[in-house]
C-alpha cells in the first residue's frame, strides 16, 4: 500500500512539472505564431494549476493572450467545462428511496 501511495505521488508530481512547461503567458507565442484551437484545450484543462503557478509567477497567466482568436476562446471553453463538469463525476451521488 505504501509503495503505491508512493508511486502515485511521484507520478502526481511529475506530471505537474511536465505541465508548468505548457503554461498560457511564456514567450513561445507571438503574434506570427499564436496559440491555436488545441492550445486554447491544453490551457482550459490546466487553467486551475495555471492559477496557482500564476500566484508565484509573474509571467503565467490562464489564458493565453497572443492567441488565433475565436476558436481558442473555443478550445478554452469547452476544456474549462468538461474538465470542471468531470468532477462530477467523482462525486458520491445522493440515492432517494421512492415508495
Do not use: Q
Request: charged residues 15%.
Amino acid at each position: 500500500m505504501k509503495k503505491r501511495i508512493m508511486l502515485l505521488s511521484i507520478m502526481i508530481l511529475m506530471l505537474l512539472f511536465l505541465m508548468t512547461g505548457c503554461m498560457p503567458g511564456d514567450p513561445k507565442y507571438t503574434v506570427s505564431d499564436p496559440a491555436g484551437f488545441f492550445w486554447g484545450v491544453w490551457h482550459g484543462w490546466i487553467a486551475p494549476i495555471s492559477l496557482i503557478v500564476g500566484l508565484f509567477k509573474e509571467n503565467v497567466r490562464i489564458y493565453e493572450v497572443v492567441n488565433t482568436g475565436w476558436w481558442y476562446d473555443f478550445g478554452f471553453y469547452i476544456a474549462v467545462i468538461s474538465g470542471f463538469g468531470g468532477l462530477s463525476l467523482f462525486r458520491k451521488k445522493k440515492t432517494e428511496n421512492h415508495k
